[in-house]
């Protein structure tokens, strides 16, 4: 049972109707809907698999009227303001699934949203911005692919992903292979990284690629959260001045000649993987730089490894076409070089190594008196609901 409400002059209500005052009415909704004044003291919850809308137009409420609103469909509901009107709050006017909170009248045209269920999204600028769409979630995304600041002026939560700056591929000496680069850490991509940041200016550094025999360089939002950068291929001589072993990073660089215990590894797992090696009877053969979606491949009869694979994040930035990053690059051979993997470059018999060309990923191994390629720079993205 509800209670009849608004009540009326003379009213007469039973026991039943005043124990009920504490259960809200629901008025359900299939379609997008504007609201009435017979929704004040209401829940008006939402059901359709796609997107709609609740607007709120202007000198229909009085001052402290509420409304609780909510989604319990899977389309996002968002609450629009008509002709007029403002609505502020502290998250997003986007109601998610199961998401809901209550609007207050402040005046005519005037409302407040408090969302339920805690903090809601942020609002900030920097890098380049842009407007996407997500499993049906509309979000302003910013992409920084140099060093900038990220300007937040609603505190609130963001969403990020970061890769850090790709391993160089090893340096190669006659008749001796080197290995390839190992992606950078791939960080908030498997499961979404979602961090509260207050209202403030934050410091965004994009890690640089590494050259030949050096590693790349983290990516950082301020010291709040970063991803490491790629290890190096291993170079071709095996002196102690010059040695053979893929270094280890986000992704592990690989060998440059040797048995599996010369392979670089990963700093953990969850954001990169191994490189891979050489087969150990000839100097002509090395391994792949590890991808941030397989390990890099073995080397062997003077053919270098493949590169590991990287990852199409195009289902995280909303890009309409694949957007694969964060491979490792190919080990160079004497033969043949490693095959490149999804997003990398692949290894070669002389020359300077192929430079990675996609964000975070390791450079190609070569054979000869040449420097293996450079890794690819990193990349850092933020985006908030809208």
Do not use: H
């Not at 209670?3 to 379609?31: H, S």
């Not at 090893?170 to 207050?198: C, E, K, N, Q, R």
Request: with cysteine.
């Amino acid at each position: 049972m509800t209670t009849p409400f608004p009540f009326t002059a003379g009213a007469v209500l039973t026991a039943a109707q005043l124990n009920a005052i504490t259960t809200l009415p629901i008025n359900d909704q299939t379609a997008s809907y504007i609201l009435v004044v017979g929704d004040v003291g209401k829940r008006v919850i939402m059901n359709n698999a796609g997107a709609t809308t609740i607007t709120v137009n202007d000198s229909v409420f009085g001052v402290g009227d509420t409304i609780f609103l909510a989604n319990k469909g899977a389309g996002t509901t968002t609450v629009t303001a008509g002709a007029g009107v403002t609505i502020n709050t502290s998250g997003s006017l986007a109601l998610a699934q199961y998401g809901g909170g209550t609007l207050v009248a402040l005046s005519a045209s005037t409302f407040t949203f408090f969302p339920s269920g805690g903090i809601g999204y942020g609002t900030a600028t920097g890098g380049s911005s842009s407007s996407i769409t997500v499993s049906g979630q509309a979000y302003t995304l910013l992409t920084f692919s140099s060093d900038d600041n990220l300007v937040v002026s609603k505190g609130g939560l963001f969403d990020v992903m970061l890769v850090g700056g790709g391993g160089g591929g090893g340096t190669g000496s006659a008749g001796w292979a080197s290995g390839g680069g190992g992606a950078g850490a791939l960080v908030g991509f498997a499961t979404t990284t979602t961090i509260y940041l207050a209202a403030a200016t934050y410091a965004v550094d994009v890690g640089a690629g590494g050259a030949s025999d050096a590693n790349g360089l983290a990516s950082y939002i301020g010291d709040v959260v970063s991803a490491c950068s790629g290890g190096f291929g291993g170079r071709a001589a095996a002196t102690a001045a010059s040695p053979q072993r893929g270094n280890a990073g986000g992704s592990g660089g690989g060998s440059g000649r040797g048995l599996a215990s010369a392979t670089g590894l990963s700093n953990d797992e969850t954001f990169g993987n191994r490189g891979g090696y050489g087969d150990g009877s000839t100097d002509g053969s090395s391994g792949g730089g590890g991808g941030y979606a397989s390990v890099g491949g073995n080397g062997g009869s003077n053919t270098g490894g493949s590169g590991g694979n990287g990852i199409d994040i195009s289902s995280w930035t909303g890009a309409g076409s694949a957007d694969n990053i964060a491979a490792g690059g190919g080990g160079g051979g004497t033969s043949a070089g490693g095959a490149a993997g999804t997003g990398g470059v692949a290894g070669k018999t002389s020359g300077t190594g192929n430079a990675a060309t996609t964000a975070g990923s390791g450079g190609g191994g070569t054979a000869g008196a040449s420097a293996g390629g450079a890794g690819a720079a990193g990349k850092v993205w933020v985006r908030f609901k809208v």
